[in-house]
């Protein structure tokens, strides 16, 4: 079975550039997360999709970051422009439905690690 | 706010001894509890997990604890591999309609042989 895939795995770009980060969900699950790591503040949630929906938006930094969800395969966290302050490790994460309703396992992709010059 | 604490970011245990990582959080809402292991250039894997109704979880060699008076969770590793060695991160959910997780910032166990 295929993980959750992200891609680029590793991204290094210079201060001011755009950059995009892909997530490609596991395929039946219906809940989709963006979250981002960095030693400072270890694992941050980022925003949510519920059914392609964006549920909670409130942990993206500013206006610099965006996340959208066209269908349920396919998502993408956009910055723009970069500062070198966003270098961290991005990790996207899907969940199930109702199986897994209140449990709260998540399924994380290997996560893009972005370097902002 | 960290209203999921983790304040030990590492661990240094022997081949074969017990590992014990604790978690204290602030919010009284969480009622689901869980622990992810993270080795390098991977992401975060589901490890074990424990509902507020309960006060132990066990599977295998892992066991979770959970005081809700005193708002902490510990995770026990029994016996210890140096394959365990790691980052761990304890999350909480609030459950219901509210599906997302809150980390902590992870604890490093490096166990040794």
């Known amino acids: 079975d295929a993980g959750v895939i992200q891609s680029p795995r590793h991204e290094v770009t210079e201060m001011g550039q755009e950059v995009t980060l892909r997530c490609k969900p596991i395929?039946?699950?219906?809940?989709l997360f963006w979250y981002r790591q960095t030693m400072m503040r270890g694992l941050e949630l980022l925003i949510y999709f519920n059914n392609n929906v964006p549920i909670d938006d409130s942990g993206m930094p500013e206006d610099r970051f965006s996340a959208k969800m066209p269908n349920a395969s396919f998502s993408t966290l956009k910055i723009q422009p970069s500062e070198p302050r966003d270098s961290a490790v991005y990790f996207c994460?899907?969940?199930?439905?109702?199986?897994?309703?209140?449990?709260?396992?998540?399924?994380f992709g290997e996560g893009s690690r972005l370097t902002v010059l | 706010d960290q209203q999921v604490k983790q304040n030990s970011p590492s661990l240094s245990v022997q081949e074969g001894r017990i590992s014990i990582l604790n978690c204290d959080y602030t919010n009284s809402m969480f009622d689901y509890f869980l622990w992810y292991k993270k080795y390098p250039a991977e992401g975060p894997t589901f490890l074990i997990s424990?509902?507020?109704?309960?006060d132990k979880n066990e599977d295998g060699r892992f066991t979770v604890f959970l005081n809700k008076s005193a708002k902490h969770l510990s995770l026990h590793i029994v016996p210890s591999q140096p394959g365990d060695s790691a980052v761990y991160f304890c999350?909480?959910?609030?459950?219901?309609?509210?599906?997302?997780?809150?980390f902590g910032k992870g604890t490093l166990l490096t166990v040794n042989p």
């Open positions: 999350a909480a959910s609030l459950g219901g309609s509210n599906y997302k997780l809150t």
């Open positions: 424990i509902s507020s109704i309960k």
């Open positions: 395929s039946g699950h219906n809940s």
């Open positions: 994460a899907s969940r199930p439905g109702t199986a897994y309703l209140n449990t709260g396992e998540l399924f």
